[in-house]
């Protein structure tokens, strides 16, 4: 079945344009002249005659002008035909199908002309040398994933017309999967007559995978070609990432942002330039010199002059691949951090102490001539009910024998107004008396069950296993390469038993198996439950170099709101709409892009997952309404997959070396020629159409003698 598709279907609109002729035959009125005759016999008679053949050509006459005038309309459209019909039941003598890596590493440039335009050139190369009598073609694009597909067709115009109008996307590519997907596109019963064509550059970082695509992507009784489209030499200079300093940004206080960027093959001498932006405004700007080839770093000293969120971004000078040449983030201004150690005990000596570290972690960072971001007060707990908690940002609870239902209800208050617990254990904590206690078990979710031990020296300790490294927390240890936290090594644990219906989040875990560090969310506030001790009775932790890193971040991470606002995603990641609580439900969410859509989210129909996916980069906003019209507002900072840009091409084997284009030198073909339009034949319908409307309108409305 064929339908018409219309290029400029804005010109409809003109249809208003057919009541003119009704507006013509009202006023288009007759004058009569009266003539006197001597015998009126048969008058009567020819009047009626004369009547009505006036009438059936005035009728006739208003078909053709509404018939002109809606041809015309039609003609303005540029109306074109797409046959739409079930084609795999067709007797194709072969099926062709084309899968289009439209990832943004296609849209690296090269003689002017990008490799996603290189592919696009080999798709309609191949299809023009295709000599099968009955070929039936299927469209398709990957990146993350392979998408449903964009057009099944028995005509070859209608595929480079479709091919025509994918442009390149911000995401980045995942081969893995699409070796996992690809064999499932067409049904088992149809291979024999089935060939896919992958079109990409084949740019594979995965050791195992770049090694073995080719056999991973063999499959018995189904043909898959591999065409490969690649640049006769990579150069190019990408941001890997901004990176604030450890301590958090405090107002009017410069610090030092570090922007890290790659040089892949562009020549030594390269003269760079760097440019700052926060919010629109471009605040400094670096000219530098490439004098080494991967991994570099310029840095800019800025300060923000308030508290508050500011979205910045870094562009460097152009060059072949343009899309990850900005890089984005979101600085957040904080207020000094106020923290409340409480203790129940004066120590003898200072290492026995859990405190005696967490002073010296803030020591070790602070430096001269600039404010410490920290500042620390120290009490007793039997005096804690004499301060008002919420002057504290964070208040620490280390090594105590026991709270009383008054403490924890004072603590409970504290958290759920928007404040943060961090609670260790030590020996002097009565494991046994958690359970027993309902205010405490309460606040932490959970209890403690005895202690586990193992003998120092003798038994293989416990250890930190499957770490989240891309957790905020965890992010500084980049992997791993910055230290291994499963070095740690752990002697004695309480295993915490989580409560039923309570969502805490497990984000340590000791032999995968007993849990070391829980994050609660209660209402507006959180509670960090540390299963083990702050000094070193229980563990080597201490004395590890990892720890004070590890204890700096925490503190930095528990001073963040309940999600991260701001945090860094990749393209393609989900923007998750949370609020200061997990009680808190939106009635509706207001996002708004960075190329400045506004999409509006409702409760009763979209929020469902509470996420949204994002597909391009840069800073999204958003706010979430709630039931009283509060508003919670976040911006996220959404960029390109940076290895994506870090190449490596695989070598194509010789049966595919035929399908391999170098980006060099390839004639551009003009897809617009393939264009089949259908107004020549309305057109000359029109001329006929006037030509009987002048006709019928003269014989209508000359004078007539009776």
Not at 223 to 233: A, G, T
Not at 399 to 409: H, I
Not at 655 to 662: D, H
Request: proline letters at 4%.
């Amino acid at each position: 079945m064929e339908f018409l598709n219309f290029v400029t279907p804005i010109f409809f609109w003109g249809l208003l344009a057919l009541i003119i002729p009704f507006l013509l035959l009202l006023t288009k009125a007759k004058t009569l002249k009266t003539t006197s005759f001597s015998s009126v016999e048969f008058l009567a008679e020819i009047s009626k005659r004369s009547y009505n053949t006036i009438e059936w050509k005035k009728l006739f006459l208003l078909i053709l002008r509404l018939l002109i005038l809606a041809l015309l309309v039609l003609v303005f459209t540029l109306p074109f035909i797409i046959q739409r019909s079930d084609l795999l039941q067709a007797k194709s003598d072969k099926h062709s199908i084309f899968i289009l890596d439209d990832s943004y590493s296609m849209g690296y440039s090269e003689d002017g002309q990008s490799l996603f335009e290189k592919a696009k050139e080999r798709i309609v190369k191949q299809i023009n040398q295709d000599k099968v009598k009955s070929p039936l073609y299927s469209l398709y694009v990957f990146n993350q994933n392979i998408y449903s597909e964009i057009l099944k067709t028995d005509e070859k115009d209608q595929l480079f017309y479709a091919l025509e109008n994918i442009s390149l996307s911000d995401f980045s590519s995942n081969f893995e999967r699409l070796t996992q997907e690809v064999s499932s596109l067409v049904p088992q019963q149809e291979w024999a007559k089935t060939e896919i064509n992958i079109v990409s550059d084949f740019s594979i970082l995965d050791e195992e995978l770049h090694l073995n695509f080719e056999d991973e992507m063999k499959s018995d009784g189904l043909k898959i070609n591999l065409m490969q489209v690649r640049p006769s030499e990579y150069q190019n200079v990408f941001i890997e990432d901004v990176i604030f300093p450890v301590k958090p940004f405090l107002p009017n206080i410069k610090e030092d942002i570090k922007v890290v960027y790659r040089n892949s093959g562009l020549p030594l001498g390269t003269r760079l330039d760097f440019s700052f932006w926060v919010d629109e405004t471009m605040v400094a700007s670096k000219e530098i010199e490439l004098t080494r080839f991967g991994r570099n770093a310029v840095v800019f000293n800025h300060s923000f002059p308030a508290q508050g969120e500011f979205p910045i971004h870094v562009k460097v000078s152009g060059d072949n691949l343009s899309i990850d040449n900005k890089r984005f983030a979101i600085a957040k201004v904080q207020p000094r951090l106020n923290i409340l150690l409480v203790q129940d005990e004066n120590y003898v000596y200072p290492f026995d102490n859990p405190y005696f570290y967490v002073t010296k972690v803030f020591q070790s960072f602070k430096e001269d001539n600039k404010a410490s971001w920290v500042d620390m007060n120290s009490i007793q707990l039997e005096n804690m009910d004499k301060f008002q908690l919420s002057d504290y940002g964070v208040v620490m609870i280390a090594d105590t024998a026991e709270l009383t239902p008054k403490q924890v209800t004072q603590l409970k208050y504290y958290v759920r107004s928007g404040g943060n617990v961090i609670y260790s254990l030590g020996d002097r904590v009565r494991l046994e008396n958690t359970s027993k206690n309902p205010y405490l078990t309460e606040l932490l979710g959970g209890y403690f069950s005895s202690l586990k031990e193992k003998e120092k020296g003798k038994e293989k300790a416990f250890s930190i296993q499957s770490i989240d490294y891309e957790h905020p927390l965890f992010r500084v240890f980049q992997l791993g390469e910055q230290g291994k936290l499963n070095q740690v090594s752990f002697w004695k644990l309480a295993p915490f038993l989580q409560l039923p219906d309570q969502n805490n989040q497990i984000l340590l875990w000791l032999d995968d198996q007993w849990p070391l560090l829980v994050e609660r969310t209660l209402e507006k506030g959180r509670v960090f439950i540390w299963c083990s001790t702050l000094n070193q009775k229980w563990n080597d932790f201490p004395k590890n170099p990892l720890y004070v890193p590890f204890l700096f971040e925490l503190f930095k991470y528990v001073n963040q709101p309940i999600k991260g606002v701001g945090s860094n995603l990749k393209v393609g990641d989900l923007i998750h709409f949370e609020g200061e609580s997990k009680d808190q439900v939106f009635d509706r969410i207001l996002i708004r892009s960075p190329d400045g859509e506004q999409i509006t989210l409702y409760n009763d129909r979209q929020i469902g997952s509470s996420s949204f996916s994002t597909n391009g980069l840069g800073i999204y906003e958003w706010a979430g309404i709630l039931p009283d019209n509060t508003k919670v507002r976040r911006r996220v900072a959404i960029n390109s997959d940076a290895k994506e840009s870090q190449v490596r091409y695989i070598q194509l084997a010789a049966s595919n070396e035929e399908r391999e284009v170098l980006a060099t030198g390839t004639k551009s073909l003009d897809l617009k020629e393939h264009r089949k339009f259908v107004y020549l034949p309305l057109l000359y319908t029109l001329l006929v159409l006037f030509l009987l409307e002048a006709f019928v309108a003269n014989r209508l409305y000359k004078t007539t003698w009776v």
